[in-house]
């Protein structure tokens, strides 16, 4: 349950907190929440730091006798703050339960190393599945040293992405803010060359509050490895891929992907671009219904076994 309220915590640093992962914590004392907080801006205070700073004065005497839950592992080590980890050392809790260890480098265990050998008892693992779900963009950056890639296209009920080699607008007016709420939650976003000069998008932020990504156009021949590498050390840790079909089939036939957004709409035109054929190993996580556009959304396979 004290879990839980990390996550639902965590989830306010969406958009703020990165770069960094978004966590949550929460002290609790007996049946009773005595702190919470979580990462609201990234350079500003950690989860950890601002649920201490949230307990009253009259409830710092229970610390020695509370638990700390927390949905990723403390930090070890001084970045822009403090290590977490040695705040709670100083704090003197009993117990520390943590959702999911941290992939970056730099703590990876040591917290909850530094944790123990300060005597204080650690658990780790409570509901780690949703802990690593909640962080999938920051932990695919820095396990597999690329962005987490999102590939998202509009098709017709016949399967078309135009009209007959005609741009054509599937998305309702929702459906499209929709995308623009995507755009807004991504680092970068990328197209193809013809789609680039056939259509001119502007991939920017305009029906939603927040900031736009980079804007990427693939070149032909591009190597996809090492374009993603390069965005790795620029610190992009999601990338959207919003077509053509052949720069999103060259993502798929990569296995350089990690989730998939079809739109579907209840028209047809009879012939065009064939959308991308979806891999084996799509798995559907969402589905929903907006003005009769169905949304689908897909995740792999192999990532889902993992968390």
């Not at 003197?92 to 008892?121: H, L, M, N, W, Y």
């Amino acid at each position: 349950m004290y879990m839980r309220r990390c996550l639902q915590l965590a989830a306010g640093g969406f958009i703020n907190a990165r770069p960094n992962p978004m966590v949550g914590a929460v002290i609790v004392c007996g049946d009773r929440i005595i702190g919470e907080g979580y990462h609201v801006r990234c350079g500003e205070g950690h989860a950890e730091v601002n649920a201490f700073a949230s307990v009253s004065t009259a409830d710092e005497v229970l610390l020695p006798r509370s638990t700390v839950y927390v949905s990723l592992e403390p930090c070890a080590h001084y970045g822009k703050t403090p290590p977490c980890a040695d705040l709670i050392v100083r704090k003197g809790v009993r117990r520390v339960v943590v959702g999911c260890t941290d992939p970056f480098a730099k703590v990876s265990g040591r917290g909850i190393q530094r944790i123990r050998e300060a005597g204080i008892e650690a658990t780790v693992g409570v509901l780690e599945r949703e802990c690593l779900d909640l962080n999938r963009r920051f932990i695919t950056f820095h396990s597999k040293g690329r962005p987490y890639i999102m590939l998202k296209w509009a098709q017709t009920a016949d399967g078309f992405i135009d009209d007959h080699g005609h741009a054509l607008a599937i998305s309702s007016p929702f459906t499209k803010m929709l995308v623009h709420r995507l755009r807004a939650e991504n680092d970068a976003i990328l197209v193809g060359r013809v789609t680039d000069e056939r259509e001119h998008p502007q991939l920017n932020v305009r029906l939603w509050h927040g900031r736009s990504p980079r804007r990427i156009v693939l070149g032909n021949g591009t190597d996809l490895h090492r374009l993603l590498a390069t965005l790795h050390d620029d610190n992009i840790q999601s990338l959207m891929v919003e077509g053509g079909a052949v720069t999103l089939r060259s993502f798929i036939s990569s296995g350089l992907w990690d989730e998939i957004r079809v739109e579907t709409s209840g028209m047809t035109v009879g012939g065009g671009t064939a959308a991308p054929q979806l891999p084996e190993n799509a798995v559907t996580v969402a589905d929903v219904t907006y003005d009769n556009n169905r949304i689908v959304t897909y995740r792999c396979a192999d990532d889902l076994t993992q968390i």
